[in-house]
């Protein structure tokens, strides 16, 4: 009755409503804008997308990233972000999740929320009628004309919505067609796509020391080094304490055994994705894991490196993590049952680096002591660049090919891939490597970034292994494909220029106050002495509490200082055969000072990173050329609609 009734209004007062339109003050200049509301669905809390939505305004995601860095003070804006998620600590999606107190379900959502405006030379006073029809009949509730309207939309279909303006300077009407587009993105990989080196809540340190042995196991091997706050166990090597009440006062991870953070660039990706599009929702899904393989993570499990934290310290621990293919699959089955028109848009992928033992050419590079040196070679943990070299020739392209046999059902053409590069984390000035020393690395005494050491490696990096990946990728330089037109990932290495003047070893007189005053350029940032060093283990006299894990500075790389000072992690998920007796053994020692990301990308390289992988992924969801931002036009008005009282149902106006 009220479409009918609608329907002859127009019929009866087309002329006059048409002449009146043409006479009215700003005729053909109202519109009505749409958008998605906390649309990065990952987020349960609309403040925590808007903090993003503000920040993101008109700047770059570096950019972004370094304006919130300053807001909390160097803190990072994920750490109180990481305990409102649609997936909880475990991995596991919460389905439903409830998102503004609205449950939903996250992989298959059936609505969406939006908020409407009328834009334009709006009237003073004036009152819009606004129709909202999906399909199922229209739906009509009047409000001033200035106030934003929220509702919910069906997702799938298009809706309709209508605003009869009226006021005193006539009538006037707009409208608008409303479609959400919910991108279903994944992202996969090793621990440069999970974001390895920056805890969502980074480790809080104590002002005083605590003591590790040398392997050489004597008194006098002890050193110091500051504590975590809040520890009230053993700190002397003579008070022997268990990893569980050390590891109360962990830093947090919204993934502790992946170690997953949403600084990763991949996050930061389908951040911006959402920021910049207001059209559109992100379904996101991480399942990148630091130590990951193809072999070894990709396809098989893994093992885990952190275990979930605990007010005992004792909980049990998940010693390995699935296959990120299998659990993604298992998503998408999941979803399919509920959509069967459910796919997945978009892949965010980084792997290769453990494959050529990467981690192990560091451990070459940074351990300088004879003896740590044969413990290290004899247990297979420092490879060479010959080790790698060989990896690279014999194991990878087999690796890659398997690959994308398996990425092809789930994604079809491959150029929905977008394959993010590494960055070579040796370079600074230009591109010229880092000279060495054990700046960055004195926090264990048999660190020392070895010269020669080093500009092998990042030789073999900048001439070999990144140019091995790019053919890899894109089915160059002599890397057969099946079909290269459907086979070639979307690669992305446009951040690899500007990581030229910002490896491990770049400092700049802007850098945090703590990192100039109590980092040394010589490599003796802490004291020496155990006595003294047991109550204040920094040089420079200051408390280690005051560094900021997530202040802006020149490097982009964190250095095995920066892993110790905002991670300290041990890796819990070992097997109960290598777990030591206490904390203090020699080899927690080295763990503890690079298992939380020593020579991986910091936040400002991850948001690098993700503005070099935004372009790519919006151009392979052809987001440009989807919905103009402003779908909407006036209409002439309807004379005598009626008013009618807010509707219940799904599209209800508020």
């Known amino acids: 009755m009220l479409s009918v009734a609608l329907l002859a209004a127009a019929l009866a007062g087309l002329s006059t409503s048409a002449a009146q339109a043409q006479t009215a003050p700003g005729y053909g200049a109202l519109q009505i804008s749409w958008e998605v509301r906390n649309r990065f669905r990952l987020f349960r809390e609309e403040r925590d997308f808007l903090l993003h939505a503000e920040s993101g305004r008109g700047r770059s995601v570096l950019a972004a990233e370094q304006a919130l860095a300053i807001q909390s003070d160097g803190r990072g804006w994920a750490r109180n972000t990481v305990n409102r998620l649609c997936i909880d600590l475990a991995g596991r999606v919460s389905e439903p999740c409830t998102r503004d107190n609205v449950k939903e379900s996250y992989l298959t959502p059936t609505d969406h929320p939006v908020v409407i405006r009328l834009t334009g030379p709006v009237p003073v006073g004036a009152t819009c009628a606004w129709t909202v029809d999906d399909g199922d009949g229209p739906q009509t509730s009047t409000f001033d004309c200035a106030e934003p309207v929220n509702l919910r939309v069906r997702y799938g279909r298009t809706t309709v919505v209508t605003a009869d303006v009226s006021s005193s300077e006539g009538s006037q009407r707009a409208f608008t067609e409303i479609a959400v587009r919910d991108i279903f993105i994944a992202g996969l990989g090793d621990s440069v796509a999970s974001g390895e080196g920056n805890p969502d809540r980074p480790v809080a340190l104590a002002d005083e020391g605590f003591c590790f042995r040398s392997y050489l196991g004597t008194a006098a091997a002890q050193y110091y080094r500051p504590s975590r706050a809040g520890y009230k166990g053993g700190r002397a090597c003579e008070a022997p304490e268990q990893l569980s009440v050390w590891q109360r006062q962990s830093a947090l991870w919204f993934n502790p055994a992946c170690h997953r953070s949403l600084y990763s660039y991949q996050t930061r990706t389908a951040i911006a994705l959402a920021v910049r599009y207001p059209h559109i929702a992100v379904?996101?899904?991480?399942?990148?894991?630091?130590?990951?393989?193809?072999?070894?993570?990709?396809?098989?499990?893994?093992?885990?490196?952190?275990?979930?934290?605990?007010?005992?310290?004792?909980?049990?621990?998940?010693?390995?993590?699935?296959?990120?293919?299998?659990?993604?699959?298992?998503?998408?089955?999941?979803?399919?049952?509920?959509?069967?028109?459910?796919?997945?848009?978009?892949?965010?992928?980084?792997?290769?680096?453990?494959?050529?033992?990467?981690?192990?050419?560091?451990?070459?590079?940074?351990?300088?002591?004879?003896?740590?040196?044969?413990?290290?070679?004899?247990?297979?943990?420092?490879?060479?660049?010959?080790?790698?070299?060989?990896?690279?020739?014999?194991?990878?392209?087999?690796?890659?090919?398997?690959?994308?046999?398996?990425?092809?059902?789930?994604?079809?053409?491959?150029?929905?891939?977008?394959?993010?590069?590494?960055?070579?984390?040796?370079?600074?000035?230009?591109?010229?490597?880092?000279?060495?020393?054990?700046?960055?690395?004195?926090?264990?005494?048999?660190?020392?970034?070895?010269?020669?050491?080093?500009?092998?490696?990042?030789?073999?990096?900048?001439?070999?292994?990144?140019?091995?990946?790019?053919?890899?990728?894109?089915?160059?330089?002599?890397?057969?494909?099946?079909?290269?037109?459907?086979?070639?990932?979307?690669?992305?290495?446009?951040?690899?220029?500007?990581?030229?003047?910002?490896?491990?070893?770049?400092?700049a007189e802007t850098d945090p106050d703590f990192d100039r005053q109590c980092f040394s350029k010589n490599g003796d940032s802490f004291d020496s002495d155990i006595v003294t060093a047991a109550s204040q283990p920094m040089t420079c006299g200051r408390s280690a509490a005051e560094y900021r894990a997530y202040l802006p500075r020149a490097r982009w790389i964190r250095d095995a200082n920066d892993s110790y000072f905002a991670a300290m992690t041990y890796p819990q998920g070992l097997p109960t055969s290598q777990q030591p007796s206490d904390i203090h053994d020699a080899t927690w020692g080295v763990l503890s000072a690079v298992y939380g990301g020593a020579v991986h990308p910091t936040a400002e390289g991850h948001a690098a990173m993700a503005d070099a992988a935004v372009p790519a992924a919006a151009a392979v969801l052809q987001l440009d050329a989807g919905v103009p931002e402003v779908n909407s036009q006036p209409m002439a008005p309807i004379q005598g609609a009626p008013d009618a009282p807010r509707p219940p149902g799904r599209t209800g106006l508020n």
Do not use: W
């Open 283 to 507: 379904t996101y899904l991480p399942l990148a894991c630091t130590g990951a393989t193809i072999a070894d993570g990709l396809f098989g499990s893994q093992r885990a490196r952190d275990c979930l934290p605990s007010k005992s310290g004792s909980g049990a621990c998940q010693g390995t993590v699935n296959g990120q293919l299998a659990e993604l699959r298992d998503a998408l089955t999941a979803a399919k049952r509920r959509q069967p028109d459910r796919k997945l848009d978009l892949m965010l992928l980084s792997i290769g680096a453990n494959d050529i033992y990467f981690s192990g050419l560091v451990a070459d590079v940074i351990v300088d002591h004879a003896t740590e040196r044969a413990l290290f070679r004899r247990s297979g943990v420092m490879a060479s660049v010959d080790d790698a070299r060989s990896a690279m020739t014999r194991d990878l392209p087999q690796g890659f090919a398997k690959l994308r046999d398996a990425l092809k059902p789930l994604v079809g053409d491959l150029a929905r891939v977008v394959y993010t590069s590494y960055a070579n984390p040796t370079l600074a000035n230009g591109g010229a490597p880092c000279p060495g020393g054990r700046a960055g690395f004195d926090i264990h005494p048999s660190f020392n970034a070895q010269p020669q050491r080093l500009a092998a490696v990042s030789n073999f990096v900048e001439r070999e292994f990144l140019p091995q990946l790019q053919a890899l990728a894109q089915c160059e330089g002599g890397i057969l494909c099946r079909n290269p037109r459907t086979d070639r990932m979307t690669f992305v290495d446009g951040h690899q220029a500007s990581f030229a003047n910002h490896g491990f070893c770049a400092r």
